[in-house]
Nanobody, 124 residues
Framework: QVQLVESGGGLVQTGGSLRLSCAPSGRTFSTYALGWFRQAPGKEREVVATINWSGGYTYHRDSVKGRFTISRDNAKNTLHLQMNSLKPEDTAVYYC?????????????????WGQGTQVTVSS
């Protein structure tokens, strides 16, 4: 099991940017696929972006394409989500997650390890 710690959330105005980071505690996740998910109040947790173990394949949900970019640095054992042109509808708690399979999935149930979440609030 991998313990994950997110950072980088906060309050930003519409059109602003934030960069989320995630790192494992105590071990590497370089062979795992990773993902960012988010959950708004009263809504189900949804996938935002995923990345395979090498970083060579990524997925972004349609509503964030062109605005968000998922990336990883296996040498530094970190995962990032660069979020630009933020909108109020992006407001949610953002979670990073690790899937021990290397290829990645958009299905949250396939991710065994989760961080505690970081709040992103976009004001209008």
């Amino acid at each position: 099991q991998v313990q994950l710690v997110e950072s980088g959330g906060g309050l930003v105005q519409t059109g602003g940017s934030l960069r989320l980071s995630c790192a494992p505690s105590g071990r590497t996740f370089s062979t795992y696929a990773l993902g960012w998910f988010r959950q708004a109040p009263g809504k189900e947790r949804e996938v935002v972006a995923t990345i395979n173990w090498s970083g060579g394949y990524t997925y972004h949900r349609d509503s964030v394409k062109g605005r968000f970019t998922i990336s990883r640095d296996n040498a530094k054992n970190t995962l990032h989500l660069q979020m630009n042109s933020l909108k109020p509808e992006d407001t949610a708690v953002y979670y990073c997650a690790a899937d021990q399979a290397p290829w990645g999935s958009t299905v949250k149930e396939e991710y065994a390890d989760w961080g505690q979440g970081t709040q992103v609030t976009v004001s209008s």
